[in-house]
């Protein structure tokens, strides 16, 4: 089962590197990971998605993070009432008899043309994994060059930061 967790950690250099070695070490496939910095300057919060077989095996991988010494807080996001966004950006082949075909499936989706040239376009989609998905496979029709995905962010709902819970 995938699991979504906030790690806040001191914001140094080589602490994304010792987490993500840390979970690899173990055998547990990240799906994916986001790091970036806070409201607080000291702090960078990393996102992510680890696939693990059970709670014991996720409760594993929570504890030797933990024992991490730049580690601040671990927010288990999976069954906490929040938001899941990632951002995508698609090179699309673009010609001139398919190109306002491509226009109406990016405002269908919701997404944003920020480049466009003669032989291609790129399109900018932010939403939940599934949303992405299903753009990408509608834009195969067209043809996709390229394809850049952030991984997941995620926050929880409501006035309590990670930090707090």
Do not use: W, Y
């Not at 409201?39 to 933990?66: C, F, P």
Request: negative net charge.
């Amino acid at each position: 089962m995938k699991h979504t967790l906030a790690v806040l950690v001191e914001n140094r250099p080589g602490v994304l590197t010792h987490i993500s070695g840390l979970i690899s070490r173990r055998a547990f496939n990240i799906e994916s990971i986001a790091a970036g910095h806070t409201e607080d300057e000291a702090t960078t919060r990393i996102t992510i998605d680890v696939e693990v077989d059970d709670q014991i095996a996720l409760e594993q991988v929570v504890n030797q993070l933990s024992k991490l010494i730049d580690v601040i807080k671990i927010v288990n996001l999976t069954h906490v009432d929040s938001i899941h966004r990632e951002l995508a950006l698609i090179k699309v082949k673009a010609s001139k008899v398919n190109r306002s075909d491509l226009v109406d499936i990016v405002e269908i989706f919701r997404a944003k043309i920020v480049d466009v040239n003669r032989e291609t376009m790129v399109i900018e989609l932010t939403g939940e994994e599934t949303k992405i998905d299903a753009f990408c496979e509608v834009l195969m029709d067209f043809g996709i060059i390229e394809i850049v995905r952030t991984g997941k962010i995620a926050l929880s709902r409501g006035p309590v930061a990670a930090k707090e819970m």
